[in-house]
């Protein structure tokens, strides 16, 4: 199965164009890539690693085919910007790319893990509540303007 020739790898900067490809795919695809997402996708090292955040990515035969982050947000760490390369889509490496972050967080002692959504992405939200992930109400504020669900981990 091609999930078990899967490698998660931690970011780096080579990696960088990939991180902006993959998760400008699919904003383009359902959505657009809002200013706070080409924000954080043309410096991810700047907006999510040095702030204490982490990118990893899921590596299949040297090609980068996932890729997942958790944003340092100051009071909790969001997941965010989880994308599958579409050709390798179905082949449970977005669950590969969540088991492998929530195992993390435990590692690292978190208290829990939040994430945005929106509910058209009918698949991710299945996932997330696969996981655990609870609805939560949404601020006002939030900081994208297509988030309508809100999901918290509890670890």
Same mark, same amino acid.
């Given at each position: ?10 970011f780096e900067n080579q990696y ?13 695809? *359902? ?6 997402? #080409? ?9 999510? @690693? ?9 590596? *299949? ?5 996932? %890729? @997942? ?11 965010? =910007?989880?994308? %599958?390369?579409? =050709?390798?889509?179905?082949? /449970?490496?977005?669950? =590969?790319? @969540?088991?492998? $972050? ?22 991710? @939200?299945?996932?997330?509540? /696969? $996981?655990?992930?609870?609805? $939560?109400?949404? #601020?006002?504020?939030? *900081?994208? #303007? ?10």
């Amino acid at each position: 199965m091609i999930t078990d020739a899967i490698e998660i790898i931690p970011f780096e900067n080579q990696y960088a164009k990939d991180f902006y490809d993959l998760n400008a795919y699919w904003l383009q695809k *359902y959505f657009y890539i809002e200013p706070y997402d #080409e924000k954080v996708l043309s410096r991810p090292e700047e907006y999510i @690693i040095k702030p204490g955040g982490y990118i990893f990515f899921a590596k *299949y035969n040297d090609e980068i085919v996932g %890729v @997942i982050s958790l944003i340092n947000q100051n009071t909790f760490f969001e997941l965010s =910007k989880m994308a %599958v390369n579409p =050709k390798y889509q179905g082949l /449970k490496i977005g669950q =590969k790319l @969540i088991d492998y $972050v929530i195992n993390f967080a435990h590692q690292e002692n978190w208290d829990s893990i939040t994430l945005y959504s929106h509910r058209s992405l009918e698949k991710a @939200i299945s996932l997330y509540k /696969k $996981v655990g992930f609870k609805e $939560v109400p949404v #601020e006002k504020d939030v *900081y994208y #303007e297509r988030a309508d669900i809100k999901m918290k981990l509890i670890l």
